[in-house]
């Protein structure tokens, strides 16, 4: 007790209500609140100083439940009720997204639907409600949640179990594979109500691995934990004395690890004591702590005014901070040891609104809730900065759909599409790239594909995740596999989910990289084999903190000391020194044989501004705005946004300007030279799969008041068709434009949504890339020099032309027509087309591609790296600091493979081949510890700039960008002190300190925090794996499966010699045979409910069509269930799904060629005729006939049911819209509410 006042509250009352309340009437600043009261007693007003004032209804009904919420800006929330049991139904949010509960019988939460889903996305069902039996869980009380995505039909399971008391005794997670979930047991001793075990996550096809817990003492308190492991078993024992508490930790290899921690009365932490090093903590009299003291004796001091609020910082290394607040307590400057100072200032909400300097800063302002921007309300929509312009766009759940910015002259547009779950699906960069994210069923992301932005290219998957699946031995191992079909396979260890090994493989099978990984028994990386190259094997020693002491490896022997403070001292070659007094943990030299001493000096707030020479120079926000080389005029400067991301680096020694746009988009600029676009590809958790470098790159044009108006008229055709798309507009959000939108805008929307450049011509690429692919294909040219398949194909292409052009020359030739060559004109000129159309890169024939066209990758095989381009062992002439030139990427696509911490140890090209530069070697970087390459063990071309775990190398100065500040490899340091303390771990207080002294086990992925090793995080992200499921399925189902597949590989109908004369395209009776899939799944319900799975599954192959299907006809399977000649809802949406399926898919040059290879696979050998080639011929033809039957199909079909569709609106319309009240005709604006 120091007499300190920690809390005054005063309240004013009008009667029994509360009608002010008063925080600190007597200081200089006293905050008051006031609330107002209906004549019921409810509170319908609350006027606070920190967001205004807001206002609250309630029912008509019983005067009870808030129904709608008023904030000061009018934005509107309401509520529904189920009066009978008091909860809530529906929430509508300010933008008019309605998230809808449904209940049980008793109460209990039985489904949540999602903003703008029509069903629901999650499901609640409980079993054996109040029934317990422990010893068999399947009669135990139990509740699963599934979530389901609607769009892909993907579910994820959870389930729990409980026990009498309400402990979960059990979890069950599904997983990838059906029928293996993941599982966590618990176990209690309930007499005296403690915990006994609990088991380490588990499948449920593994033996659980169980945790035992120990309470020896009199009192019942835990002293023992038992823990396996993959070494063995690790035991935690703990005494408690007073207030203080004692855990040793012994591994099973010996070693170690003694925790004490002390606290007071007040249950506040006094000290933190792990192997001898003490953290020690003094409180304030409001409970916040105002000093830390670390291991080596450094203080870091809070200081906080008579409010309680903290208005000044002062640590050893950044020195005083002060902060200043408004009158309703917030932060309203903050002004650093340098004397430079950030101001804000708020909205009515207390949203920031701008934030200015005393520096040369572009003052940063922030813009909400534009009345021009769709569902707005609430959210930030624009950024002013310094870097230029950033405005967002949202749909009505607040997923940012587009963001666009502003730098310079360039207006770089990013989109996201989102399924029903919130996950991105699509996202379309700047030039018109699409990249499509695919979800495994328990939700994880499990391959990525491709789509360019002229429409040569789609559909080709950049990168796929694999498992964990099992191995032989029972280890788990997760495969990603690069676009060019390099694969990398990572083994886990069973128990403790580390990387045990990561193989990498070319697509024919050769090993191009394999390394395996030895753990000591607390998890710390001791050694890192190389079977391919044994020389680069590295071997580690760690002290009792977990921080490497020594690594050898090709860079010899390295030794690391380290001071009490965590200050590393020796750094293999080099000895650190910290002479500043004002800077305890910033290194002001390094010393070394080789190079001497080197000094590095350091501002007011601990930002180095000298190294060895160079000039670094800081903003009023702490970002590193410009280096200056030793004794030289030119710079390199960066430009941040308001978020702090670079944005902007402009190299007046190199004269190149990179703009960085996002984490996965990029545009150089270099006199002379064509501009370089470079988007970047970022797999699970963030993996650095591949870039893609192009010199025609054309960015989307669209204006943001386009992108508006284009948002308008999607969310009316989505009323259109029946189903909301981005999201019903509010009567707020209403225009007449979008109105008008209606009628001409909606048709070309769908189509050419984000298509860079003129649509037909984008669709027209689609069609001829197949055949255009032939000039890129590598086996006829090979950096742009053609190769000796050219000579064929240019035989094969010229003999087509002559062909085409005969008639031509034969009009009015006397001696061609003497020369009677029109007998084999024909035949030849067909044969000469299809052998041309059938070699690979074309795509048409069987066995000639994948998707449509060629992917980018095939282009980037080598060509691009030409004589000039440095390489990584030789990257050039740095700074005086010891850095690299190098790290520009080039022209063409290459994939990146990263280490265990996801440092990039090799790229590769579209052939999966090593990239290789004008210097011997191929690609391979080798790193030090601590990140510095090893250059005389690093080779190819130096083309990119991610490489020490994922990070950028400037290529000036050879440091890292770690996001929030810079870091030198050579020192090991970051060049700035963390602005994050963390204040429990040991060296947390060491701000300089990089990953705790472990760089070999962990990275920093943001330069703030500590990750986990970076394929554990992939692990933990992955899809729980199974071991290969047996075939359980009997012969008679085989041949079942069989058949099925030989009647399915025929021709298409109704060009069928089975089905001559069914034509099911629009009513779907026939169906080449066969029934459809409803009347099929009403039996198959039946003869499951009668437990005969087997019948059912007879049923099923029995039942499929008797022939394969035209490419319109399977597009409308469910039409043919939905239609009829009605007006209803279902039937005209049945009708607009028909229309964009079957438009979609006939233009899918996938589904052509699959249609081409059932043609081709239906004919006999004994059509192979002149020259082997008579079945491409009479295939080719069958497949004319059938696409041109499908085309005129399509377009009958089409106008038929746009006609239906327009007829059975406008009658609907009529009937049910204008003659209905006044109320129920606003709801035509809000297709969910909308009952007709």
């Not at 075990?197 to 691995?209: E, N």
């Not at 003999?799 to 034969?810: D, E, V």
């Not at 490899?969 to 947390?988: C, E, K, M, T, Y």
């Not at 629009?1066 to 045979?1073: A, H, I, T, V």
Request: charged fraction near 20%; hydrophobic fraction near 30%; charge should be neutral.
């Amino acid at each position: 007790m120091d007499g300190t006042w920690i809390e005054d509250v005063s309240f004013g009352y009008t009667g029994d209500n509360v009608t002010s309340k008063t925080i600190f009437p007597s200081s200089v600043s006293p905050i008051t609140t006031t609330f107002g009261y209906d004549t019921f007693g409810n509170v319908i007003s609350v006027n606070d100083p920190a967001s205004g004032a807001s206002t609250i209804t309630y029912d008509p009904v019983l005067n009870l439940f808030p129904v709608t919420k008023t904030n000061a800006l009018g934005h509107v929330t309401a509520t529904n009720y189920d009066f009978a049991t008091g909860l809530e139904t529906s929430v509508t949010d300010p933008n008019g997204a309605i998230t809808q509960t449904s209940y049980d019988p008793y109460g209990r939460k039985a489904s949540v639907t999602y903003p703008g889903e029509s069903s629901p996305n999650e499901t609640y069902t409980y079993v054996n409600t109040g029934e317990y039996d422990l010893a068999n869980l399947n009669n135990n009380e139990s509740v699963t949640k599934t979530i389901r995505d609607n769009a892909s039909g993907s579910v994820n399971t959870s389930k729990i179990f409980r026990d009498p008391f309400g402990n979960t005794i059990r979890t069950e997670t599904n997983t990838a594979l059906s029928g293996v979930n993941t599982i966590e047991d618990s176990y209690f001793d309930y007499p005296n109500g403690r915990l006994l075990q609990t088991t380490k996550a588990y499948l449920s096809v593994q033996t659980p691995q169980v945790v035992t817990y120990q309470y020896n003492d009199p009192d019942g308190v835990l002293t023992s934990i038992t823990e396996p492991s993959a070494s063995g078993v690790i035991q935690t024992n703990i005494t408690k004395t007073g207030f203080t508490e004692t855990k040793i930790t012994s591994y099973p290899d010996g070693q170690n690890v003694t925790y004490v921690e002390i606290k007071n009365e007040l249950g506040q932490v006094l000290s933190k004591t792990e192997n001898g090093r003490t953290i020690s903590y003094v409180y304030s009299p409001f409970g916040e702590v105002s000093s830390i003291t670390d291991a080596g004796g450094l203080t870091t001091t809070f200081t906080y005014n008579t409010l309680g609020r903290r208005v000044s910082t002062q640590d050893p290394n950044s020195g005083t901070i002060s902060f200043a607040y408004d009158t309703v307590g917030r932060i309203a400057s903050q002004t650093d040891a340098r004397g430079r100072t950030i101001q804000f200032t708020y909205d009515t909400l207390g949203r920031a609104l701008t934030q200015t300097t005393n520096g040369s800063e572009t003052p940063v302002q922030f813009t909400y809730d534009e009345p021009s921007v769709p569902f707005s309300r609430g959210r930030l929509t624009s950024v002013t900065d310094g870097s230029g312009i950033t405005k967002s766009f949202y749909n009505q759940r607040g997923e940012i759909i587009q963001k666009t910015k502003y730098v310079d002259d360039i207006t770089a547009i990013f989109k996201w599409d989102y399924d029903s779950l919130g996950r991105p699906i699509t996202e379309t960069l700047p030039d018109g790239t699409k990249l499509h994210n695919f979800y495994s069923p328990n939700g994880t992301l499990s391959s990525i594909t491709m789509d360019t932005a002229d429409g040569t290219s789609s559909g080709h998957t950049v990168v796929s995740y694999q498992g964990p699946y099992l191995d032989s031995n029972g280890v788990p191992n997760l495969k990603r596999t690069s676009g060019n079909g390099v694969t990398m396979e990572i083994g886990f260890e069973p128990l403790d989910k580390r990387p045990l090994r990561v193989v990498s493989k070319k697509q024919d099978g050769s090993v191009i990289a394999n390394t395996e990984l030895s753990y000591d028994a607390k998890g710390n990386i001791t050694r890192i084999e190389d079977k391919l190259n044994p020389a680069r094997t590295q071997n580690f020693t760690l002290d009792n903190l977990g921080r490497v002491t020594q690594g050898t490896g090709k860079y010899g022997t390295q030794n690391y000391s380290f001071s009490a403070n965590g200050n590393l001292i020796q750094k293999g070659a080099y000895t650190l020194g910290y002479t500043d007094g004002n800077h305890a943990n910033a290194v002001t030299t390094a010393t070394s044989a080789s190079t001497g001493t080197l000094n590095y000096g350091y501002d007011a707030s601990g930002n180095m501004i000298s190294r060895n020479g160079d000039v670094l120079r800081y903003d009023s926000y702490g970002k590193l705005v410009e280096i200056t080389p030793y004794a030289a005029s030119s710079s390199v400067r960066n430009t941040y946004d308001f978020a702090g991301n670079r944005v902007k680096s402009v190299s007046d020694i190199t004269l190149i300007s990179t703009y960085t746009l996002g984490e996965n988009y990029e545009i150089v600029r270099e006199p002379g030279k064509p501009e370089k676009h470079t988007l970047y590809v970022r797999g699970l958790h963030g993996d650095l799969v591949a870039q893609w470098t192009r010199e025609d790159a054309t960015l989307q044009i669209a204006a943001a008041n386009e992108v508006i108006s284009s948002e308008s008229s999607i969310s009316v055709f989505g009323w259109f068709v029946g189903r909301t798309i981005v999201g019903t507009p509010t009567e707020e959000d209403r225009s007449k434009r979008s109105r008008i939108s209606l009628f001409v805008g909606v048709p070309t929307n769908p189509f050419c949504k984000d298509v860079v450049g003129d649509c037909g011509t984008y669709y027209k690429n689609r069609l001829k890339a197949e055949f255009l692919g032939i000039f890129g294909y590598s086996k006829y040219f090979q950096g742009g020099v053609p190769t000796s398949f050219y000579n064929v194909f240019y035989y094969l292409l010229l003999l087509g032309i002559l062909y085409l052009s005969y008639p031509y020359f034969l009009k009015g030739n006397e001696l061609l027509q003497r020369l009677g060559w029109k007998g084999v004109g024909t035949p030849t000129l067909i044969l000469s087309l299809f052998v041309v159309t059938s070699l690979p890169g074309c795509g048409i024939l069987p066995g000639t591609g994948g998707k449509q066209g060629d992917p980018p990758w095939v282009l980037a095989l080598g060509a691009n790296v030409t004589p000039g381009v440095p390489s990584i062992q030789n990257p050039g002439v740095g700074m005086t600091g010891g850095g690299s030139v190098g790290g520009v990427p080039v022209t063409g696509m290459f994939f990146f493979h990263p280490d265990h911490l996801g440092s990039i140890t090799m790229i590769t090209d579209g052939a999966g081949n090593p990239a290789s530069g004008p210097e011997p070697g191929t690609s391979f970087v080798s790193y030090e510890p601590y990140g510095s390459i090893i250059r005389n063990d690093s080779y190819g071309p130096d083309i990119f700039r991610y490489k020490f775990t994922g990070q950028i190398e400037d290529k000036e100065t050879g440091l890292y960008y770690y996001k929030a500040r810079y870091y030198e490899p050579a020192l090991g340091r970051f060049l700035q002190a963390d602005s994050v303390i963390d204040s429990d771990a040991p060296n947390g207080q060491n701000r300089y300190m990089y990953v705790e002294g472990n760089p070999v086990n962990y990275r920093d992925p943001s330069g703030h925090s500590l990750d986990l090793m970076f394929y554990a995080a992939l692990y933990q992200y992955a899809q729980i794996p199974n071991s290969p499921q047996k075939d359980n399925s009997n012969l008679m189902l085989l041949v079942l499966h069989n058949q099925q597949i030989r009647n399915t590989s025929g021709p298409g109908c109704p060009v069928s010699a089975k089905n001559r004369q069914v034509f099911g395209n629009f009513q779907g009776n026939g169906r080449c045979g066969g029934s459809l899939p409803k009347d099929v799944e009403l039996m198959m319900d039946l003869l499951l409910f009668l437990n005969t799975p087997q019948y059912a599954l007879a049923y099923y192959f029995l039942m499929k069509p008797n022939s394969a299907l035209t490419i319109v006809d399977r597009s409308g399977i469910a039409h043919d269930e939905d239609h009829s000649w009605k007006s209803t809802p279902k039937v005209l949406h049945a009708n607009e799904e028909w229309i964009k399926k079957s438009w979609g898919n006939f233009y899918s040059i996938n589904e052509q060629r699959a249609a081409y290879k059932r043609e081709y696979d239906a004919l006999p050998k004994s059509y192979d005729r002149y020259g082997g080639t008579g079945k491409s011929i009479i295939a080719g033809v069958n497949y004319a006939a059938t696409t041109t039957f499908d085309y005129e199909a399509l377009t009958l079909g089409t106008t038929i049911f746009a006609v239906q569709n327009i007829v059975g609106y406008t009658s609907r319309f009529v009937n049910h819209a204008m003659f209905v009240p006044k109320g129920r005709y606003n709801n035509l604006w809000n297709p969910k509410k909308w009952r007709l």
